[in-house]
């Protein structure tokens, strides 16, 4: 059964994020990215930031909050979905020690072939300084419940 | 605030790598991303879903391909804007060699605001994995100023 498409524009209250060391780290090793800005504050210094930032990419880890929330809210299980786009516009990278918070918006829903495809957009914010820090855009496509598994 | 781009025109190709994903690499980036889809580790449930074999995170081949990039430019706060559509599933076999990404980066257009337009070229064996990968950068060596001081 298709998403009532009456839950578009609704707003998820945003979820905290805090960006730790040890993560930007451990995340930077598993894509195999050596670039000292992600582990070595020095580096960072030299590049004008405050201390150590995270790669581009790390920014789905706060925005994937905001998915779980809105796919719960709309019971949709994360084995009916797939990722069909993402976009990320950046103010400025994440820094280790600060705490976001992530707002997820459901933008538009349309229906392709029995499948959902769902229009999501988060924005990714530090309360604390009142700065934008990068807006997220993704297309997830969902799978019918009643799809068998061939 | 133009940067200076004498050095670069459009269509040329700004850096080019060959990245490797390994079950290893998909078990580290399963935990430092919090995304534990079985689709990325089980063969078992993956071919209980269809699909072909274990598939890569469509966000570890875009975090690689951001890696280009990021190489390229030398900070992560040079990347203003990236997305990419996850066209094709990227099958990564439980081997020592697992599969090769192939990523070109090239000049698609330097803007009137100073931003440089890179298309990204993403392919597993001359197929494209990733298509409309694109990023909006500041040039690279131009002071980014990262802006996340308070």
């Known amino acids: ?150 | 605030m133009r940067e200076d781009r004498t050095d670069l025109t459009v269509g040329q190709v700004v850096a080019s790598a060959q990245y490797r994903i390994t079950r290893e690499n998909l078990v580290r980036y399963a935990g430092a991303s919090g995304d534990f889809n079985p689709i990325h580790w089980s063969d078992r449930v993956a071919k209980s879903v269809g699909l072909p074999g274990v598939l890569a995170h469509g966000m570890l081949t875009m975090a690689l391909a951001g890696r280009l990039l990021t190489d390229w430019l030398g900070d992560p706060a040079a990347v203003v804007e990236y997305g990419v559509r996850f066209s094709r599933p990227v099958v990564v076999p439980d081997d020592d060699e697992g599969v090769a990404v192939d990523v070109t980066g090239t000049v698609a257009e330097l803007r009137d605001d100073g931003l440089v337009a890179v298309e990204l070229d993403v392919r597993v064996d001359e197929q494209k994995v990733l298509t409309q990968a694109r990023a909006l950068t500041r040039p690279p060596g131009s002071h980014t100023g990262a802006g996340e001081s308070s």
Do not use: W
């Open chain 1, 1 to 150: 059964m298709a998403i009532d498409p009456s839950v578009v524009g609704r707003v998820y209250p945003p979820q905290p994020y805090e960006v730790s060391r040890e993560k930007v780290r451990e995340f930077a090793e598993a894509i195999g990215d050596p670039n000292p800005v992600y582990t070595e504050t020095e580096a960072a210094r030299q590049h004008g930031h405050q201390d150590v930032v995270a790669p581009p990419t790390f920014a789905m880890i706060p925005v994937m909050r905001g998915f779980e929330l809105l796919m719960d809210d709309l019971g949709i299980e994360f084995a009916r979905l797939v990722h069909v786009d993402q976009r990320f516009t950046y103010a400025r990278p994440l820094v280790v020690g600060e705490l976001v918070e992530t707002t997820t918006t459901l933008d538009a829903i349309r229906q392709v072939g029995g499948n959902d495809l769902l229009t999501i957009r988060n924005e990714v914010r530090n309360a604390a300084l009142d700065t934008h820090v990068c807006t997220a855009k993704a297309t997830l496509l969902i799978r019918p419940e009643e799809e068998s598994d061939a």
